[in-house]
């Protein structure tokens, strides 16, 4: 009879007793990991460049949207055609005064006939301006002391004021710049007062002008000085010098 032999068991494997610290430090975070108490992983601040580059998309963001200023009808002149105007003068209280074209220059016979109606006359021609609203001259005379006095008061019309022309298409208004005296004994001056660019004979113009002319008999009387020429006129005029500044429909 024979006897089995058993195999002893081997001996237990001894294990290296954990440190109690570490265990404790162990624990801690996996409780905290649990209640969400631990921040997420830390993240590096952003470097120098990166921030100047935010700065830059920042600067880059386009500003809030502004309404655009109404746009300006531009300065529409006219061909210089002579036509019947009506003038009016706000400073002056001045309204609708008709303007005739004749063809002739300022004060001349037909244009004193023209003003002894009491409204105001117009020269064109080779010896007188252009229409209203034309590049050029445009030349309105009046009386001052007769006819009802339409132009009483023009020496008295400021710089800057306004002074509108209507035609049946448009009204040109023009704005008052020079104040200047013309003298009937001077073809010189005769010459500057009626010339394209006033003051200036002979010069190209390039701009829509007006000149409003009267008698000076006041100015001239006071000062002693009591010519006259066949027609009655006084040595001098007073004209007033305005610019085209704008024009609208009628």
Same mark, same amino acid.
């Given at each position: 009879?024979?006897? #089995?032999?058993l *195999?002893?068991? +081997?001996?237990?494997v001894? $294990?290296?007793?954990r440190?109690? =610290?570490?265990l404790?430090?162990?624990g801690?975070?996996a409780?905290?990991?649990?209640?969400?108490?631990?921040?997420?992983?830390p993240?590096?601040?952003?470097?120098?460049?990166?921030?100047?580059?935010?700065?830059?998309?920042?600067d880059?963001?386009?500003?809030?949207?502004?309404?655009?200023?109404?746009?300006?009808?531009p300065?529409?002149t006219?061909?210089?055609?002579?036509?019947?105007a009506?003038?009016?003068?706000p400073e002056?209280?001045i #309204?609708n005064l *008709?303007v005739? +074209?004749?063809?002739?220059q $300022?004060?001349d016979a037909?244009? =004193?006939?023209i003003?002894d109606?009491?409204i105001?006359?117009s020269?064109?021609?080779?010896s007188?301006g252009?229409?209203?609203?034309?590049?050029?001259?445009?030349?309105?005379?009046?009386?001052?002391?007769?006819?009802g006095?339409?132009f009483?008061?023009?020496?008295d019309l400021?710089n800057g004021?306004?002074?509108e022309?209507?035609?049946?298409?448009?009204?040109y208004?023009y704005e008052?710049?020079?104040t200047?005296?013309t003298s009937?004994?001077?073809?010189?001056?005769?010459?500057?007062q009626?010339?394209?660019?006033?003051?200036?004979?002979g010069?190209?113009?390039s701009?829509?002008?007006i000149?409003?002319?009267?008698?000076a008999t006041?100015?001239?009387?006071?000062?002693g000085n009591?010519w006259?020429?066949?027609?009655?006129?006084p040595?001098?005029r007073?004209?007033?010098?305005?610019r085209?500044?704008s024009s609208?429909?009628a």
């Open positions: 009879m024979w006897t #089995r032999h *195999r002893p068991a +081997p001996p237990p001894a $294990t290296r007793p440190n109690r =610290t570490a404790l430090i162990a801690l975070t409780l905290l990991a649990v209640t969400g108490c631990t921040s997420s992983t993240q590096a601040p952003p470097a120098p460049e990166d921030r100047q580059g935010a700065s830059e998309v920042a880059q963001t386009p500003a809030p949207s502004q309404d655009p200023s109404p746009e300006q009808e300065l529409l006219s061909d210089g055609r002579p036509q019947v009506y003038l009016t003068i002056l209280d #309204r *008709r005739e +074209p004749y063809q002739g $300022t004060d037909p244009g =004193t006939e003003q109606r009491g105001a006359a020269p064109h021609g080779p007188g252009v229409g209203p609203g034309g590049i050029g001259n445009y030349q309105v005379t009046a009386h001052r002391n007769s006819a006095g339409p009483l008061t023009i020496p400021p004021a306004r002074i022309v209507a035609t049946d298409e448009r009204i208004v008052v710049i020079e200047r005296e009937f004994r001077s073809e010189r001056s005769l010459a500057e009626r010339a394209a660019v006033p003051g200036h004979p010069r190209t113009p701009e829509a002008l000149t409003l002319s009267t008698c006041q100015e001239d009387h006071a000062a009591y006259a020429d066949e027609l009655g006129n040595e001098h007073i004209d007033k010098i305005g085209l500044v609208h429909p």
